[in-house]
């Protein structure tokens, strides 16, 4: 602000000088930086921080990578142009740059502090200037929705930047930061916290545009009367995204709005409890997904649900828990789990043997639908989220499982390529609980009248 070349056009937050502090004093902090969109992400780290570093002899070899070559250039660009033209810097500092090695994407400062602009499809592996290999790197906006779609592609992504990358760096200091607001669920964002999350080195900062009330956390540049209007002129699902931190989907065949949560008591009796297991049996399923239903009046509430990436055995295991925890209430179970025939004839013994493992006294019945199952789920459950005849349990809301569970609600169409192994057990869990309780959904059982009628044969 106020320079030949200004940075910004408002003074710093003190969410900026407090980030920045952390990533001074931890020489290998891993760091996410999921500010809104507008909070200055990219300048405070690839230039603010790096020349920060850099003067104080804490960066010898800086790395900005982009999702490709070309928008790495661009981020490099901007440091670059502050080390060589702006008159102030210089005047501190002195001529940083060294002629002859002053090129587009690479380039060396007087001092022999080297910099380098990488795309994420190119090579970290062999990354070094001499003696220095990195030891400061932005990953700066790397996430993408579309290509988020693409879970093996995500997958290589972040194998490459915590592998290829996250090794590449000097063994005493390497600093990286992750500057990216979070706009997509099981992204590069996500899976970079999954792969670090038992780093002590490495933390989450959120930093959203404003709170409830619209006080803007950038006091120093935004007004609650400009928040109101940037949230305001956005529409819900990229304001959240955006602003907010909040990657919701519009839902293709479901809504966000249309899954509700509820809280119940404890021991509330039920017309009926109903468990279904979807194990996955088929090629590429790798989704262990279990409900647990209670009915009452026709309305289904999920009381618990199981929606993970694991063996069988762990599934196995959780319905056994769940089974203890709703006897010693006084409650029973109607438990199934889809399986042909053939299946029935794979899986009934490791059934047994977490029965026998649990001290379970049986076990889920096979049941398998038949028929289109994208026909099915919309069939059975379109309706029931709609007339908000389908609730989930308010413990479960911020549970990992309900999570991951809403992503793949919210993607699931025809053909699509999302898991949806958790509709599926909450279809059959609703279609069973009505074959065998019926669907009646008025509570108030005076007005019920029975039909008495001559009985008639037709033919005669």
Partial sequence: MNTPIP???APCADFHLSSYLKVFRNRKIKLQRRWFRGAAKSIHTNVGNVTHLKENNELNFGLI?????KQSKLLLADVQAHLGHNERYIKDFGMQMQYGSWADGAFETNDNKFFMALGLNQPFRGLRKGADRPDFASMDDLEDREAAKNKEL????????????????HKDRFRQIMPNNYIVKDGIVDGWAKKNKDSKNFEIETINLCDADFNPSWQQ??????CMEIVEDSDYYTSQREDFNTPIEEGKQFKEKEIRF???HGNKHWDCLVEFWDLSFTEGGDYKAGVVLGFENGKAHVL?????????SVAMDKHFQWQGKYNARGMAINSYYDATASQKAVHDPNWLIACERNGGSGIPLPDHATGD???RIVATLKTMFFNRLLTFDERLRDSEDMEQGIIHILAFEKKCSSPDDLLDALECAVRKGRLLFGA???SDTSKRKPIIRIRTRGGF
Avoid: P, W
């Fill in 7 to 9: 940075l910004a056009d």
């Fill in 65 to 69: 990578i982009g999702r490709a070559e």
């Fill in 154 to 169: 995500t997958a290589k992504k972040v194998e490459k930047i915590t592998g290829d990358l996250g090794k590449a760096g």
């Fill in 221 to 226: 540049r935004y007004t609650s009367e400009e």
């Fill in 262 to 264: 509820k809280k119940v």
């Fill in 304 to 312: 618990e649900l199981f929606y993970r990436q694991c063996e069988s």
């Fill in 373 to 375: 199952k994208h026909e």
């Fill in 440 to 442: 009646e959904i008025s």
